[in-house]
């Protein structure tokens, strides 16, 4: 069991640079997530699915887009980067959305966006 | 909207002294309490997960008490070892859902 993978670990990125984030999860979870954690602030959630083919708005969408074609498979999107998206993205994934549950996390993606 | 703070940010102590992190959260109506341990450069890991019903939880040298109507919890680590030097983040359920509010994490090094 790899349990949750990230794709790259690092990336630099110009400013107006796209790209995609790739987490691959194996453990047949039915929800995923993605987190930026930037210094000083705790982890805040991005985006989530509840299940293949569905996405939802987290915290600090702006800037990101998402999608789930794939039980397995959570794609984070930054079609224009920004300075502002400089940071660690961690992708974590969960059997079901119910509160008392743990969400497993991936290692991160180191983002600089210059 | 709930609030997840925790001090202090870092905490440098010599190897075998107990160690004592505090997580405070504005709104107490929570349904469980997270802590989490984050390795330089690596993902979360979670530790212990308390219920809104449990005054507290252990794992081995690990201990972490809930007080829901003061609004925090506290980790112990009892005899601390060099390998306990990592980032202690403790979270929260927004409300009756899964999307978790983060606090930024206590920093212990533990000096052999």
């Known amino acids: 069991n790899a349990g949750v993978t990230q794709t790259p670990k690092f990336r630099v990125l110009k400013t107006g640079q796209s790209m995609t984030l790739l987490c691959a999860q194996d453990?047949?979870?039915?929800?995923m997530y993605w987190y930026r954690q930037d210094p000083g602030m705790g982890l805040r959630l991005i985006h989530y699915?509840?299940?293949?083919?569905?996405?939802a708005k987290g915290e600090v969408p702006d800037g990101y887009n998402v999608s789930r074609l794939k039980k397995q498979n959570f794609l984070l999107g930054l079609e224009s980067a920004a300075p502002s998206q400089t940071s660690v993205y961690f992708c974590?994934?969960?059997?079901?959305?119910?509160?008392?549950?743990?969400?497993?996390f991936g290692p991160g993606t180191r983002l600089l966006v210059l | 909207k709930q609030e997840v703070t925790q001090i202090p940010a870092a905490l440098s102590v010599p190897e075998g002294e107990n160690l004592v992190l505090n997580c405070s959260f504005t709104?107490?109506?929570?349904?469980?309490l997270q802590w989490f341990r984050q390795d330089p450069g690596k993902g979360l890991t979670s530790l212990l997960l308390?219920?809104?019903?449990?005054r507290e939880q252990t794992s081995g040298r690990l201990n972490a008490s809930l007080d829901k109507s003061s609004g925090r919890s506290t980790l112990y680590i009892a005899a601390s070892q060099p390998g306990d030097s990592a980032t202690y983040l403790c979270?929260?359920?927004?409300?009756?859902?899964?999307?978790?509010?983060f606090g930024a994490g206590t920093t212990v090094t533990v000096r052999a």
């Open positions: 974590a994934s969960s059997w079901s959305g119910t509160s008392g549950e743990t969400q497993y």
């Open positions: 453990m047949n979870h039915e929800y």
């Open positions: 699915s509840v299940g293949e083919g569905t996405t």
């Open positions: 709104d107490s109506a929570i349904y469980n």
């Open positions: 308390i219920q809104s019903s449990q």
């Open positions: 979270a929260v359920p927004r409300s009756n859902d899964y999307k978790l509010s």
